[in-house]
């Protein structure tokens, strides 16, 4: 998932840089949605495994 977050944030870089702001900002919002969503599943893990030892 953080990869997939890194490809969209990289899409919406080169998009920015060549103008196309629409697709920029609906790849750069896909990113942060993943990236939080990972954030969100990673620190559950942490917790489930803190909880089972």
């Known amino acids: 998932m953080l990869y997939w977050a890194a490809v969209f944030l990289i899409v919406a870089l080169i998009a920015g840089v060549f103008g196309f702001g629409g697709i920029a900002a609906t790849s750069a ?3 942060q ?6 954030l969100i599943l ?11 030892q």
Do not use: S, Y
Not at 42 to 52: D, G, K, N, P
């Open 29 to 31: 919002g896909i990113a």
């Open 42 to 52: 990673f620190v559950a893990a942490v917790l489930a495994r803190l909880v089972r």
């Open 33 to 38: 949605v993943l990236f939080f969503l990972f």
